[in-house]
């Protein structure tokens, strides 16, 4: 069965500084996606990024990005100059091709001025 | 675009009352997800539906849980009787297609006394 782990339960950063929150999972799949999700406390779940196992680049969006290790089944998600409003859990999350969502257990972020 | 759209936002009941959630997915989008959030067990699947047909209820946790679709605009999820163990957020995300991104609704925060 496929796995997600976060292993940070909470992290923290200072204004303007860089991030990375840490994700690994597991599975026997050669065709999957992975995701990472915000949930600020308003509880909305929110895609930040998201990255497919057949492409070799790194997904960029903005200030986010992740570092895709699919030999060591690693996905790190970077966050630069940091922000108040990042402040929220994020959720690494693990789809294969034709099977359901399989979420981390998430790491609180927070971001001091 | 509105978003999925659910409702309540917030429901406080007792002991043994029977429950229903809403949700309203994105217009256009075929497939429907509900989740299940709480401190213990993070984030949960509980069912999904594929253009309105239910294709894997595994996660549902008792014959106290039930969901419809009875259209592509609409779905419920049913808890009766409610326990207090049943207290917990729960989300709606709909997509178009099971392979693409889910888009969440807010939540509903439910209390049982």
């Known amino acids: 069965a496929q796995t997600v782990t976060q292993s940070q339960p909470e992290m923290s950063v200072q204004e303007a500084e860089t991030v990375t929150l840490s994700c690994t999972y597991d599975t026997s799949e050669s065709d999957y996606y992975l995701f990472w999700y915000k949930q600020p406390p308003s509880r909305q779940m929110i895609l930040v990024i998201r990255?497919?196992?057949?492409?070799?680049q790194n997904a960029t969006e903005n200030r986010f990005s992740v570092n895709f290790q699919k030999a060591a089944k690693s996905f790190s998600l970077k966050i630069s100059d940091s922000q108040l409003g990042d402040a929220a859990m994020y959720f690494c999350?693990?789809?294969?091709?034709?099977?359901?969502?399989?979420f981390g257990t998430g790491t609180r972020l927070q971001v001091f001025p | 675009d509105a978003g999925v759209i659910q409702s309540p936002r917030h429901e406080v009941t007792e002991m043994g009352q029977e429950v229903t959630l809403r949700c309203k997915p994105i217009s256009g989008h075929n497939s429907l997800f509900w989740y299940r959030q709480t401190m213990m067990r993070g984030l949960e699947l509980l069912i999904y539906f594929n253009n309105n047909v239910p294709i894997d209820d595994s996660g549902m946790p008792e014959d106290r849980f039930s969901a419809k679709m009875p259209n592509a605009s609409f779905s419920t999820l049913k808890i009766q009787p409610s326990e207090p163990r049943d207290s917990a957020v729960y989300f709606c995300a709909s997509s178009f297609g099971l392979a693409n991104e889910q888009f969440f609704g807010p939540g509903t925060r439910l209390t049982v006394l």
């Open positions: 990255q497919e196992a057949y492409k070799q």
């Open positions: 999350a693990y789809r294969s091709a034709t099977d359901k969502l399989i």
